[in-house]
Every structure is written in structure tokens, then in C-alpha cells.
DNA sequence: CCGCGGGCCTGCGCGC
DNA sequence: TGCGCGCAGGCCCGCG
């Protein structure tokens, strides 16, 4: 799924169509997703207003006039599909679809009292969606560390964090304990730019790699959201249309190709760890 | 406490 | 053409 950029895509996609909008119709198509959804969830979204669509990492967060807020992950292939509804006008997001009957995969649909609809489409049902009161938590989100654009998220955090581990830097920044919404195709773009070996033991980066990560963590996340959130094939804009971003990934994805740092003569490889694949240079990530 | 591997699901592309 | 295999952007959980 989509990473932090694509979630906050997705998020700003959404918000024209949501906020301020009663949820006139709520149609839970099955009764799980990753976990079981709350078997009253349909009642509890009818009729309720969405005050606003927040994100927390790859999580993203509706909080509605009743006092509760649904809590959507999007998993490794979760979709919004969006019909708009009257008065909507030009929708700013991408994954605009026409109104259509329910297709396979498309598990919640929600239909707002403008008309518009918005559809949660997973293959692969590894999303979530939960409800949980505004003012408490959720225990989904308990234990996910710093926004990376947050100024808690900081060198001396991250330092901390890193100090005495022996996992690999490559795991080490796919933990959301660490710094939240990083995934496999961010941690290996930043793990390029930072000239760090994804094998490299957390806990051996010097205090001057720990602090350059912080400022090329958000530089690649701000890119990615600037680009509209790069989208693989489960995570394509509604036109067809693929995201920009993928077309700057310089390790990602790219095993075999020349190393796009000037100079280097090296090749991307690619390793797997922990059950993921990592791409880097040999050549100039040590 | 920490680190690793399994499991959850479906779909797609590849090689035979 | 058909089939089996490996692979896919995430995350929780149990094991050692």
C-alpha cells in the first residue's frame, strides 16, 4: 500500500467530497476486512456528518459529528474509488470513477447526501477500517512514533532510537515506532540518498549519518507528496493515468539498472530482508 | 526486551 | 494456451 504520500494523495482526494458532508448511506459489503469491521459500523456512519479527514502515518482518520472517528488503513492494495456527487464540480483528487454498480473487491461504499460516492476497493483485504471514540485512541495507533514532517521527529529522536540496535537500518526505518509512514520503496530511495547499505546495523551509523537521514527522509516524503503519490499497479489513478513519482524512484523497483549517482559505475541490486526486497548500489550505499 | 519469520489475501507476470 | 511459482507498497503476532 501505499505509503505516506500516497495516503496523504488519497486523504487530499477525499476531503472535497467529505468534509462538512453527511454520510447518507453507509454499505459494508462483508463482514472483515484485515480484522473483523464492527458489526453495527453501517448504523453508526448513517447520518453522520464528517467534521474533517485527518492522517496519522499511513492511517487515515474521519472524525465525525457523533463523537467518533473511523480509522481506515488502506493495506497493501486498499483503493478509494470516487463518484462525485451534485455540486462537487471539478474534483481536485485523482481516482475519479463514474457511478457504477459494486464491482469485485469493492467492500465499503459510502454515499454522501451530495450524491457522491466513495468506494473502498481491496483485493488483497489487508486493509482496516475501525471505529474508535475522537477523544481516546485506538490501539492501532498506539506505539506509531513521529510524523517525519513533525518536530518531534528530530536527530536526537532518531538517535536514540537507532542507539545499540542490531537490526538492519533497512528494518529499522520500516518500524513505525521509529518515524511513521515510511515503507519499502521510501526506505530504500532514502536509504540511496544517504549513501547507507540497507544491511548496515542500526545502531552502527555515526551521529552525522543519523542526522542527515532526518532532512532526506522528509525530502523524499515532500517530493512523493508533491508528485501526487507515485502509484504501482494496485494503486492507479482512476484515468489510468500512473502517478509521477514512481518515474523518480532511483532504486526502487530498478534492480540490474546503472546507478543513477553521477560518476558511479555501480549497478542497483537487490537483497531481500526480513521478507522484503531492498534495492541499492553496492557501489555507493556502504 | 529484541529480532525474525509466518501469516493474512488476491492478482499478475514470468518461465516452462 | 495453461499452469505453477514468485512476487507485490503493510502490519500483527508468536516464537526463540
Redesign the pocket.
Known amino acids: 500500500?501505499?505509503?505516506l504520500p500516497?495516503v496523504e494523495t488519497v486523504r487530499r482526494g477525499l476531503a472535497p467530497l467529505m468534509e462538512g458532508h453527511v454520510i447518507a448511506t453507509a454499505d459494508i459489503r462483508r463482514p472483515?476486512l484485515?480484522?473483523p469491521l464492527p458489526p453495527d459500523m453501517a448504523q453508526r456512519l448513517t447520518g453522520q456528518r464528517v467534521l474533517g479527514l485527518r492522517r496519522r502515518?499511513?492511517?487515515i482518520l474521519a472524525d465525525l459529528s457523533g463523537g467518533e472517528t473511523v480509522l481506515i488503513?488502506?493495506?497493501?492494495?486498499g483503493r478509494m474509488l470516487i463518484a462525485p456527487g451534485a455540486g462537487d464540480g471539478q474534483i481536485l483528487g485523482d481516482y475519479v470513477h463514474a457511478h457504477a454498480a459494486p464491482q469485485?473487491?469493492d467492500h465499503i461504499v459510502l454515499t454522501m447526501d451530495t450524491g457522491a460516492r466513495v468506494t473502498f476497493n481491496d483485493?488483497?483485504?489487508?486493509g482496516?477500517w475501525d471505529m474508535f471514540p475522537t477523544a481516546g485512541t485506538h490501539?492501532?495507533?498506539e506505539?506509531?512514533g513521529p510524523e517525519p514532517f513533525g518536530n518531534a521527529f528530530s536527530d536526537v529522536w532518531l538517535a536514540k532510537r537507532l542507539a545499540?540496535?542490531?537490526?538492519?537500518i533497512k528494518?529499522?526505518l520500516?518500524?513505525?515506532a521509529n518515524v511513521a509512514?515510511?515503507?519499502?520503496?521510501?526506505?530504500c530511495e532514502v536509504l540511496f540518498r544517504a549513501g547507507i547499505h540497507p544491511a548496515r546495523?542500526?545502531?552502527d551509523l555515526d551521529g552525522g549519518q543519523v542526522a542527515r537521514l532526518v532532512p532526506l527522509i522528509r525530502d523524499v516524503l515532500a517530493e512523493a507528496i508533491e508528485a501526487g503519490?507515485?502509484?504501482?499497479?494496485?494503486?492507479?489513478q482512476a484515468d489510468g493515468e500512473l502517478?509521477y513519482f514512481?518515474h523518480a524512484f532511483r532504486v526502487?523497483?530498478r534492480e540490474g539498472a546503472p546507478c543513477a549517482t553521477p560518476g558511479c559505475t555501480g549497478t542497483i541490486s537487490?537483497i531481500?530482508?526480513?521478507?522484503?526486497?531492498s534495492f541499492f548500489c553496492a557501489a555507493c550505499q556502504r
Open positions: 500500500m501505499p505509503e500516497e472483515d484485515r480484522w502515518s499511513k492511517y488503513h488502506l493495506g497493501m492494495s469485485t473487491h483485493p488483497r483485504r489487508f482496516m490501539p492501532l495507533l506505539g506509531i545499540g540496535r542490531r537490526t538492519p528494518a529499522a520500516l518500524d513505525q509512514g515510511l515503507g519499502n520503496i521510501y526506505v546495523l542500526a545502531g503519490g507515485s502509484s504501482l499497479r494496485d494503486y492507479r502517478g514512481q526502487y523497483g537487490r531481500v530482508q526480513s521478507g522484503r526486497s
